[in-house]
RNA sequence: GGUGGGGUGGCCGAAUGGUGAGGCAGCGGCCUGCAAAGCCGCGUACGCGGGUUCGAUUCCCGUCCCCACCUCCA
């Protein structure tokens, strides 16, 4: 079948055929580091890490580039406030923080949230402050094009002039005239209110520290303009695909197509777009109140069933949070473990990858469709679960390098697990646990049940699980179930 | 007002013009001292009203409802 992606410029599922024979190019909205991660953040890199995986995976190359966004208005807000002797610290927000310490501690945030849930560190990961003289390039290009202006009112600030580019809403097919004007929208030195800042000068209350040189005048970039700058700094001016959450389209993926666009760049030639994280049908943000943080999924569940969790629905669809959602993505995921462990025990050596099923290939290839993967996922793993019961080693090797594949292309197996086997606690506890065992062994062969159970009921309750094999006894450590 | 996406069995969530994924939960069976795990089987879903068709959950028309975006948003 070959490749195929939808494409929200173009609204349809398109083949995808790579700019460069074998190479992917691939740039994705990162975070604005002005707060902690929301699941939102994770979910789309889940989404586009499986893309990753899966594309290298068929044998590309891919670059990939996931911006940080470390200046912009929210940021300079929440860094003052924290400067005013009013302010009430948190633990989210102490005093006096410079607006620069702050970016960085929550950048070092969703690297940690990423690294948790096994979010593969991208090729590259430029900063929007890194990139400053890049950006001023592109706005000056737009200005010699006629398609950017410096404000009316004489301060530095340069706007992108909309009504002078007839392709704006391209990316959502909307005309620029049916848009509704923001009821707010500032219009000091604009010709349009439509028309988005590409350079924001400097005010009096800004730091000193977030202001930079330009031809027009001492400030900082607006918010689209490092996107722009930065995908085609790193994978030039016409890559594969863009990336990012379906509430960037417009207006911070729309006015990036058309700043790059009217400089003269071809930029992205496909526009993917995830779905959002909803809770009872609801998107999830603050404003709903109805969030939950990948630190508090983090707390209720493993971090490969929050992963498992994040990944599970097709990309484009919105993904529901409900109460029980990590505990029922834990036993899917625990259900495809069991199946490794007690395939893997039958050999004396590590079983490697080998080629992923051709029906798991065919959903893939088609838009990336995980939901039918997961299914050829599980069908593998009864597979290989019934070849184990018939004794057939042959077949389990081949199903369980198979699922490893499966697990590998999925990142199922990444989300970190906080594994402690090597600690002494753990070192005690086992040495517990295998006293009681062998106790137990001894009640069951007096044939002595009551024993046996009581030991057994007694570990469970502790949150050890025994269970007993036809090879002998096995246990493991659960969350307690609620 | 404009644009886009949806309404599928108890829950989540795919595909599909005809033999109706998958997971979770449930029920029955096998296995087990009993469990657990595993395997086998079961439940017969597609918002509503029309139309096209031999046949529609799938296509068309209408209608109701939900969600997202329209300059903070993953």
Redesign the pocket.
């Known amino acids: 079948m070959g490749q195929r992606f939808y494409d ?1 410029a173009t ?1 349809a599922i398109r083949d995808f055929t790579p700019i460069v024979d074998g190479e992917v190019s691939i740039y ?5 580091v ?2 902690k991660p ?4 994770i ?2 890199a889940v989404v586009f890490d499986i893309l990753t995986r899966w594309l290298e995976y068929a044998g590309y190359r891919v670059t990939l580039v996931r911006n940080v ?1 470390d200046i ?3 940021i300079l807000t929440r860094s003052a406030e924290s400067f005013d002797p009013e302010f009430t610290p948190t633990d989210d927000y102490p005093a006096s923080e410079p607006w620069w310490a702050l970016a960085y501690r929550f950048e070092n945030a969703f690297a940690a949230a990423y690294a948790a849930l096994g979010v593969r560190r991208p090729t590259y990961e430029p900063r929007a402050t890194g990139h400053i003289p890049e950006m001023i390039q592109l706005i000056q290009r737009l200005i010699d094009a006629g398609h950017a202006y410096q404000a009316l009112d004489g301060s530095a600030d340069v706007y992108f002039d ?1 009504k002078s580019w007839p392709a704006y809403g391209a990316l ?5 005239d ?8 500032p219009t000091r030195g604009k010709k ?6 590409l350079w924001k000068s400097t005010q009096e209350s800004d730091p000193a520290g977030a202001s930079w040189q330009a031809p027009w005048g001492a400030g900082r970039p607006g ?2 303009i490092e996107c722009s700058a930065m995908a085609t700094k790193y994978l030039g001016r016409h890559f594969d695909i863009h ?10 993926h729309e ?1 990036e197509l058309a700043q790059s666009s009217a400089a003269g760049d071809r930029f992205a030639n496909f526009w993917m ?6 809770a009872q ?8 109140g109805n ?1 939950v943080s990948p630190e508090e999924m983090l707390s209720m569940a493993r971090a490969g069933a929050v992963r498992y969790f994040l990944g ?3 990309y ?5 949070y ?1 109460p ?2 990590l ?3 834990q ?2 995921l ?2 495809i473990e ?2 490794q462990a ?1 395939a893997a025990a039958l050999s004396s050596t590590p079983v490697g990858l080998d080629t992923v099923p051709e029906q798991f290939s065919r ?1 893939m290839e ?2 990336l ?1 995980v ?2 993967a ?6 593998t ?6 070849a ?2 018939a004794g057939d080693s042959e077949a389990v090797m081949t199903y369980l390098s198979q699922v490893n594949t499966m697990v590998e292309v999925l990142g199922l197996n990444s989300a970190a697990e906080g594994d402690d086997t090597g600690s002494a606690a753990h070192r005690a506890l086992e040495a517990l646990v295998d006293a009681q065992i062998a106790a ?1 062994a001894q009640a ?1 062969q007096r ?1 002595d ?2 024993t ?2 009581a030991i ?1 009921d007694q570990l469970a309750a502790a949150g050890v ?6 090879d002998g006894v096995t246990w493991s450590i659960t969350e307690p179930k609620a």
Do not use: I
């Open positions: 929200t609204g994705y909205c990162g975070a604005t002005q707060g929301h699941v939102g953040h979910r789309s966004t912009d208005d929210k909309v959502t097919h909307q005309s620029a049916n848009m509704q004007d923001a009821e707010d929208a349009d209110p439509r028309d988005f800042t918010w689209h990336g990012g959450g379906l509430d960037l389209r417009f207006p911070h006015n777009h995830n779905g959002l994280v909803t049908g609801e998107k999830m943000s603050k404003s709903v969030t599970q629905a097709h484009r669809s919105q993904l529901d409900h029980a959602a505990e029922e993505a036993s899917a625990e259900r069991m199946f007690r959903a088609d838009d469709n939901p039918e997961l299914a050829v996922l599980h069908a793993v009864r597979a290989g679960n019934s184990l019961d137990r069951r044939r049940w009551a046996a159970d057994r699980v025994v269970e007993d094999a036809a």
